[in-house]
């Protein structure tokens, strides 16, 4: 099972979102969840889990309070052109282009684009062998205060994960400015088996990580939680923490959660998601023996 999962925090339009993609990707992809968590920050909000084409999601319309921007993006490595223009064409409807589809050095045909939601994705014409068979691929994009730290970030990720391996990583030239020779331009590794991409710009931008896109870590064990929450915690914003959020020292966030957590919301009654509910928002690092002994609570 997908070990480290990609988390979108959205207004009031996570279930639309979730419908629109599985219906836009289809193959394989589907809404595999929805539940309605009571008496959050934001009031009752409502999570939906999905998979699309291998790659599995969860999403939360939780209110304004973050915005997805494209510093995390989805990359879709696709090996015919007329689906690389058929997927296009529907995420670019009330979208916005980023990048014009087009040819560049990288593939024959590319694009990079925002759309109704305001989720990024890049589509590309490729194998699908040159990602590992992985067709969406998060992709992380490191400007402002953390440019130049890509290649630190990597080895940090790699360290932690199990399974992980860097793959390859295309620097700068000298003659590339703003960016320094040298720095990430474009890299990809393994984490826990799964692929993840890297850049960095220097250009001016406006956007930065932030909670919008999180990266959500499956845990079986309380060894393994506390293990992810302290390795990911190193170097920190110790004030954003909390009920297993957190953000990492280049600013990227993450949630490590038991996995029974998804099964309990997935699968209780009212009263069960409540409880748990209640007794997870309080904390910081989750605690399986206490979600479970409000879970079975009669």
């Known amino acids: 099972m997908q070990k480290i999962v990609p988390h979108l925090w959205f207004d009031n ?96 045909r590319y694009g990079w684009l925002k759309d109704k939601y305001g989720l990024t994705w890049q589509i590309s014409l490729g194998k699908k062998e040159d990602t590992g068979g992985q067709i969406i691929t998060p992709f992380l994009m490191f400007t402002g205060d953390v440019y130049g730290r890509a290649e630190e970030a990597i080895e940090h990720y790699t360290s932690i994960f199990h399974q992980s391996e860097v793959e390859g990583i295309l620097r700068f030239g000298k003659d590339e400015a703003p960016d320094r020779e040298g720095n990430v331009k474009h890299a990809q590794f393994t984490l826990e088996g799964q692929i993840f991409m890297i850049i960095e710009s220097a250009h001016d931008h406006s956007f930065g990580f932030n909670e919008a896109i999180s990266l959500m870590v499956y845990c079986d064990t309380q060894d393994e939680i506390d293990y992810y929450w302290e390795k990911l915690n190193e170097g920190g914003d110790p004030e954003a923490q909390q009920c297993g959020w957190l953000k990492d020292k280049f600013g990227v966030s993450w949630q490590v959660a038991p996995r029974l957590l998804g099964e309990m919301i997935g699968n209780g009654s009212r009263e069960q998601i409540d409880r748990v509910t209640q007794t997870f928002l309080p904390m910081k690092k989750l605690d399986i023996a206490a979600l479970k002994k409000a879970y079975e609570e009669v």
């Open 13 to 108: 339009q996570a279930i639309d979102a979730a419908e629109f993609y599985v219906s836009l990707f289809g193959g394989d992809s589907d809404k595999t969840g929805i539940t309605t968590l009571h008496g959050t920050p934001s009031g009752d909000v409502d999570s939906v889990t999905f998979n699309l084409l291998g790659q599995s999601f969860m999403a939360i319309s939780a209110g304004p309070m973050f915005t997805i921007n494209p510093s995390i993006s989805f990359y879709v490595q696709i090996d015919t052109v007329e689906e690389v223009d058929r997927l296009w064409n529907e995420l670019i409807k009330e979208g916005q282009m980023m990048m014009p589809l087009d040819k560049y050095p990288w593939s024959d």
